[in-house]
């Protein structure tokens, strides 16, 4: 019975309900890996594989007089992943499914374990929209069971991020997505490195915290030189410049830890919120 289980949740189709407040499933499943999933998604897929991304199910469903509603149930390489692709897009109403969800009205989206799901509604009705809250209840309840989430994040400290700021990946394309630092990766990310980014103050005067969790001190130490080499070739002071906005940027390493502020107002803040992480991090150097 425990291996009939077992094979049963190894199939995606396993987590999909058939029928949900009347829209019925129609058509074949569509399914996508690594290799075949820009097929599906084109000019994203990329995204998806930068979080180690597994399998993809898309099921489509029909209900007369209704707009159609598409599920795409991702696999990723662990609940780290699945974390860190929710983390791409948090703009959005919070709603309680899953390990966190954002409702854009025609737009769900949650995570839960090594599990992220995008419901999407190709017109939005205030019965598509009861429908894809009761597909993701039903869906979040199928998976069983939560995953933990990357410890990284916890190293924030408290009040430094706003509200849905927190983004977690692992390679310069994702974080030249969220913050542009440069096209070449002078902060010598991979996929073996974790990272968070937080966006910090408000629109048009913000600043931006990174850090990043390196293989080990001597990958952090070489990552740290080679930003400074070409990030701060005109610093003040070691790990601090001033760029042509006027605004600050400070670098510091720590263990197999490297903290980066972006566009601080002041010398003095950039150096304050570099202490504060590292305040955290000492204990995990």
């Known amino acids: 019975m425990a291996q009939s289980r077992t094979t049963e949740k190894n199939d995606l189709r396993a987590f999909l309900p058939n029928e949900i407040l009347g829209w019925k499933a129609?058509?074949?499943d569509l399914r996508f890996d690594p290799q075949t999933i820009f097929d599906?998604?084109?000019?994203?897929?990329?995204?998806?594989?930068?979080?180690n991304f597994q399998r993809l199910l898309a099921r489509r469903f029909k209900k007369a007089g209704q707009p159609d509603i598409i599920a795409?149930?991702?696999?990723?390489?662990?609940s780290y992943d699945a974390f860190g692709v929710f983390t791409q897009d948090l703009e959005g109403e919070d709603c309680p499914i899953g390990q966190g969800c954002t409702d854009k009205g025609?737009?769900?989206?949650?995570?839960?374990?090594?599990?992220?799901?995008?419901?999407?509604?190709?017109?939005?009705?205030?019965?598509?929209?009861?429908?894809?809250?009761?597909?993701?209840?039903?869906?979040?309840a199928a998976i069983g069971k939560?995953?933990?989430?990357?410890?990284l994040v916890d190293l924030v400290p408290?009040?430094?991020?706003?509200?849905?700021?927190?983004?977690?990946?692992?390679?310069?394309?994702?974080?030249?997505?969220?913050?542009?630092?440069?096209?070449d990766n002078i902060l010598m990310l991979d996929q073996k490195t974790e990272v968070v980014l937080v966006r910090m103050g408000e629109k048009g005067n913000r600043s931006y915290l990174l850090l990043a969790s390196y293989a080990d001190a001597k990958k952090a130490s070489q990552s740290y030189a080679s930003f400074g080499k070409a990030y701060l070739p005109d610093a003040v002071e070691p790990g601090l410049v001033q760029t042509e906005d006027k605004k600050w940027t400070a670098a510091r390493v720590q263990g197999k830890f490297m903290t980066v502020v972006f566009n601080a107002p002041t010398a003095a803040a950039a150096k304050d919120w570099l202490a504060k992480v590292a305040e955290k991090t000492q204990e995990k150097s």
């Open 26 to 28: 129609a058509g074949e």
């Open 40 to 51: 599906y998604i084109d000019g994203g897929g990329e995204v998806y594989r930068a979080y």
């Open 72 to 78: 795409d149930f991702f696999e990723m390489g662990s």
């Open 106 to 140: 025609g737009l769900l989206s949650f995570w839960r374990d090594r599990y992220f799901v995008s419901l999407t509604a190709e017109d939005e009705t205030p019965e598509a929209k009861q429908a894809l809250r009761a597909m993701g209840k039903h869906i979040a």
């Open 146 to 151: 939560d995953g933990p989430k990357p410890a």
């Open 158 to 183: 408290a009040g430094m991020a706003a509200e849905k700021s927190i983004h977690y990946f692992h390679n310069h394309l994702i974080l030249n997505y969220h913050f542009f630092v440069s096209d």
